[in-house]
């Protein structure tokens, strides 16, 4: 399911217009993306948390010319799912 197909879902489940689906799926995303950034956390029960890790530096190779490579530390957005949407997907 790819962005527009998402905002059709929400306008079919929702009885929202498309405009008005697209506007608060693109203010969710924001919302989150904004949480993130400022190191919080993002709880949604029963579906899931969002969270930002912290990957160490590490050494790497390089597939195309089989060379060692370094790769620097970084933060990482982590999504753990939740217990009612694990079960409705299995």
Do not use: H, W, Y
Not at 21 to 33: D, H, I, P, Q, R
Not at 36 to 55: C, E, I, P, T, Y
């Amino acid at each position: 399911m790819n962005k527009a197909e998402l905002i059709n879902a929400i306008a079919q489940k929702t009885g929202l217009s498309k405009m008005d689906s697209k506007k608060a799926l693109e203010g969710f995303v924001t919302s989150v993306s904004g949480a993130l950034a400022s190191g919080n956390k993002v709880s949604l029960v029963g579906f899931g948390s969002f969270s930002v890790v912290q990957r160490a530096a590490r050494k790497g190779i390089n597939p195309a010319t089989k060379t060692a490579i370094s790769i620097p530390a970084k933060k990482a957005a982590k999504f753990k799912i939740g217990a009612e949407l694990e079960q409705a997907i299995n």
